[in-house]
């Protein structure tokens, strides 16, 4: 069926899965071009991997602003960090292919490595520009051996528009329901052909602002809840604005009186000084030029620079610390005073002596601490492409990438004063030491505090963080003979490259002397490594134009590559397509790819960070697997103290020992195009991942885990790496990186294309456009000991403490579109299948036992109208969540703000307007 422009339109803006029928037929329009995922040159537009492509228009009609929200609506991504990743969070946005990690996905414009924005190497999608995609493919299932380490899950690839002619302007607003979180966007596209069409030059300037959203702003989020009861309740923190004693479990009124802490109607709750959706000003900058220097030779070149701004905003620090008070200290009552010097006189000192007392103390006097990290990052390329002859070609280019990120901490304490200032004289008015200009602090009651005090023990920090990447790659490809049973030419490539990665992260004193207490301590982390690379890639038409075989083609690829830091180390794939007739293609392929260890992995100075975690001794955690004996060896008692807080200390570092992952992933499909207008793509994937590079153990939770319920040794490393307070709760856990056991996944992918014609509408004619795009998630088992094997831990359709967030056995989305002359009418479903508390699977605990079981499917429901006003002017209106779906509220298994900010939508119904004007 020959399509008219309409139709073609319209199905540029469905998502596509491999081998499409308007792919096939786009491709007979094309002399020869280069698919995602492979770098040889063909004359159609068939993927060796499972391969997804979403249009400039589903941007467009979706009404997104930031790409990693169009990204995260796929079913093949879990979401990562975004708009609402206030802590954790780091002011990045990410795409994480298959749930491995954001690390483990390779990020590329054009088809080469663009900026990476952290000492992992992972990209911020913040620096790629929306307006400017001309589309954006996504491969799944490995590709290192084609683009090089990292791409253990798959690739994105952005392609941008580098032909564009004439002036565009473009706009976008949106707004939630409730008149807030106001998000807007102007775009300014120049370009235009010079040298009597020789060369092409594009520049493109954006500016966008996002507003904050409050915790405190939305009902399900506004108190942090916790579970005790069975039932969700108010909960927070028991570092608490009138202090609280661990030692005594003894608070304070605002008089300075004690009485005893009542769990959990006196925690603090942080909630409401949280940002549900984190402010953002960007202002983003790129060109994109090529000229012909001659028949066989272009030269081309790219320039992008970004500046993001994000803040991060948190509750007041929470002091939690040993500290030496004086007893006769007058800003508590005389009761207090007693009970302190009865503490001096049962360990025999003199009554007078100051007394260590571990508290947890909420500075709310001082304000909340506000985190604002500022990315400025730079990128140039310059290449050189053409022809040796028909049958030969060659790309080279130089790529220089810079990311300069300062992070400005306000409002945090410093430990080492806010001791000096709390041991204070007998009559309360002066800092026993003196020194710095000290003023006593008064932390016993709420609101207490003196602005001297305060402005004695604030401190801010300013960190620096420097990332350079070098890339210089040169290919041929070209053309063998053909094969007598075939009708097309061996394709081949041959290419070497070398990348060079290195940065540098540098403190403040502060963070670096861990003299803080509100923010993690972190040592410096500088490092550096590079790689040598060769690669080669052939595609073999074996069989074409014969009975029951309408074609069969051979591909294979593979690279070498020698690190500075690990060596020699090798990936290779291969995949087999099979038509037995046209209207039926099978493909089969398996990749073995590698990950080399990035530079925070190796050389990360120590830091502390504070994930949800479960105590194994504390009360309500006891069960039958707990070793009581074991908590008893390490200092207390099993159930006889209260958790006191959900999230646990860790300590992090890097391992310059460690050495690279190797995955093995084997896929297998079947593309099915029964009728004209309608395709069906069914692929399995398989992905093993071996030596992964992770944290001892997996995690706090898991050392904790293996530690007490498990190996139950004392001498193993995860008990050795727990240390515990003189309360029985745990002080820290030390979990340094490690190439740990074994990640494996497996699922199905389903997609669904179909288009057609219809007799009515505007002009008499219309088009209606279905996609549907879905995964079944069969398994997802991390190992976290390769000692261990039988010790697995169970995630498909499990979110938790152990397995992060929700990793839904089933997934779906559909678009389905319809559009007549100037007009356009779409809708846009996603499912979100139910998950399940990850203890149900891995501890053998009963969902009846527990307060929020299962996480619920949700629907949202998307709409939109298109307008081509003119053929200068369109405009875009819409509606995203327009059912209201509000997540599952959540209570100790959850990431941030009573459930997983990432995965689902926080804010509720919004409304967008775009729009696109083109001057002649």
Not at 99 to 110: C, I, P, Q
Not at 313 to 333: G, K, Q, R
Request: glycine fraction near 10%.
């Amino acid at each position: 069926m020959k399509k008219n422009l309409l139709s073609a339109a319209v199905t540029a803006a469905i998502l596509v899965p491999a081998m499409p029928t308007f792919a096939q037929q786009d491709a007979q329009m094309v002399e020869e071009v280069v698919v995602t995922g492979s770098r040889i040159k063909r004359q159609d537009l068939e993927s060796v991997s499972p391969f997804t492509s979403i249009s400039s228009e589903e941007f467009k009609i979706s009404g997104n602003l930031n790409v990693e929200q169009k990204l995260a609506e796929l079913p093949q991504t879990m979401p990562s960090f975004g708009p609402s990743s206030n802590n954790p969070g780091d002011g990045t946005a990410r795409v994480d292919l298959r749930g491995l990690g954001s690390y483990r996905t390779v990020v590329l414009v054009n088809g080469r490595r663009y900026i990476p924005s952290t000492q992992t190497g992972v990209v911020d999608l913040n620096t790629i520009p929306g307006t400017l995609l001309k589309n954006v493919d996504v491969v799944t299932g490995g590709a290192s051996a084609v683009y090089g380490s990292d791409a253990l899950a798959g690739i994105v690839n952005f392609q941008m528009v580098d032909d564009f002619e004439g002036v565009q302007i473009t706009s976008l607003h949106d707004v939630t329901t409730e008149g807030d979180g106001a998000k807007s966007n102007i775009d300014l596209t120049m370009g235009g052909n010079f040298a009597d069409g020789r060369g092409n030059a594009v520049v493109y300037a954006s500016w966008s602002e996002r507003e904050s959203v409050m915790q405190g702003d939305r009902d399900f989020s506004s108190v942090a809840l916790t579970e005790s009861g069975g039932q969700l309740i108010a909960g927070g923190s028991s570092g608490i604005p009138g202090t609280l004693v661990f030692d005594t479990g003894t608070t304070f009124n605002s008089d300075g009186t004690s009485r005893a802490f009542q769990d959990p109607a006196d925690r603090f709750n942080y909630a409401p000084d949280n940002y549900l959706q984190l402010p953002q000003e960007r202002f983003l900058i790129s060109s994109f030029a090529h000229y012909d220097i001659s028949e066989n030779a272009t030269a081309y070149g790219e320039m992008a620079f970004a500046h993001n701004e994000v803040p991060q905003e948190l509750a007041p620090t929470p002091a939690f610390t040993t500290i030496s008070v004086n007893p006769n200290t007058p800003f508590f009552d005389a009761a207090y005073q007693d009970e302190l010097r009865q503490m001096n006189i049962d360990a025999g000192v003199d009554v007078n002596t100051p007394v260590d007392l571990f508290v947890g103390r909420r500075m709310v006097e001082n304000g909340s601490r506000q985190s604002l990290d500022t990315r400025d990052a730079f990128r140039i390329l310059a290449g050189v492409r053409g022809d040796i002859n028909d049958d030969w070609s060659y790309d080279t280019y130089y790529s220089h990438s810079n990311l300069e990120n300062t992070n400005l901490l306000n409002n945090d304490v410093a430990a080492s004063r806010f001791r000096q200032a709390l041991l204070v004289t007998d009559d309360g008015m002066a800092c026993q030491d003196t020194s710095n200009g000290c003023a006593p602090l008064n932390i016993w009651g709420a609101g207490n505090i003196s602005q001297e005090a305060i402005d004695f023990i604030n401190v801010g920090a300013t960190n620096k963080t420097s990332i350079t990447q070098e890339v210089f790659s040169a290919s041929v490809s070209g053309s063998l003979a053909t094969l007598p049973t075939a009708d097309e030419a061996v394709g081949v490539v041959f290419g070497i490259e070398h990348r060079n990665d290195e940065s540098t992260y540098r403190p403040d004193s502060f963070l670096s002397a861990g003299d803080v207490l509100g923010f993690n301590a972190g040592k410096a982390t500088v490092g550096s490594y590079s790689a040598d690379e060769v690669f080669t890639e052939v595609n073999v038409p074996l069989v074409q134009g014969k009975a029951g075989v309408e074609s069969l083609t051979l591909w294979g690829a593979a690279r070498y590559s020698d690190y500075s830091n690990i060596g020699g180390v090798t990936s290779y794939a291969t995949a087999l397509n099979y038509a037995p007739i046209d209207m039926v293609k099978i493909r089969a392929g398996f990749q073995q790819a590698v990950r080399a260890p990035n530079v925070s992995e190796l050389f990360l100075g120590q830091s502390n960070g504070f994930p949800s975690a479960d105590d194994p001794c504390a009360a309500g955690n006891v069960t039958a697997e707990t070793d009581t004996a074991l908590c008893s060896a390490t200092g207390v008692t099993a159930g006889s103290f209260n958790q006191a807080n959900s999230q646990i200390e860790g300590l992090f570092g890097g391992n310059p020992d460690l050495q690279e992952e190797t995955s093995n992933t084997f896929t297998f499909g079947v593309v099915v195009e029964p009728m004209d207008g309608l395709d069906v793509a069914l692929d399995y994937y398989n992905i093993e991942i071996e030596d992964a590079i992770d944290v001892l153990g997996g995690g706090v939770n898991n050392v904790l885990d293996l530690c007490y319920n498990v190996v139950k040794d004392i001498s193993s490393p995860f008990c050795q790496a727990i240390t515990r307070r003189s309360d029985g709760n745990v002080q820290i856990v030390e979990v340094l990186n490690e190439n740990i056991g074994l990640i494996e996944t497996s699922g199905i992918d389903l997609n669904v294309n179909y288009g057609t014609d219809l007799a009515f509408g505007i002009d008499g004619g219309s088009y209606l456009s279905v996609a549907f795009n879905s995964t079944y998630l069969l398994d997802f088992d991390q190992t976290p000991i390769a000692d261990l094997p039988e010790r697995v831990n169970y995630c498909a359709g499990s979110f938790g403490n152990t397995c992060g967030a929700p990793r839904q056995e089933f997934n779906w989305n559909s678009r389905i579109t319809w559009s007549s002359g100037p007009l356009t009418l779409s809708a846009l479903v996603r499912y979100l299948g139910e998950s399940d508390d990850d203890v149900i699977a891995n501890s053998d605990v009963a969902a009846s036992d527990l307060v929020v079981p299962t996480i619920d499917a949700e629907t949202y429901l998307d709409l939109s109208v298109g307008y081509a006003m003119s053929e200068n002017l369109d405009l875009n209106v819409g509606i995203k969540n327009a059912l209201d779906t509000e997540p599952t509220p959540l209570g100790d298994a959850q990431e941030q703000a009573n459930t997983f900010p990432s995965t689902y939508d926080l804010l509720g119904p919004r409304y967008f307007l775009s729009a696109s004007y083109k001057f002649d």
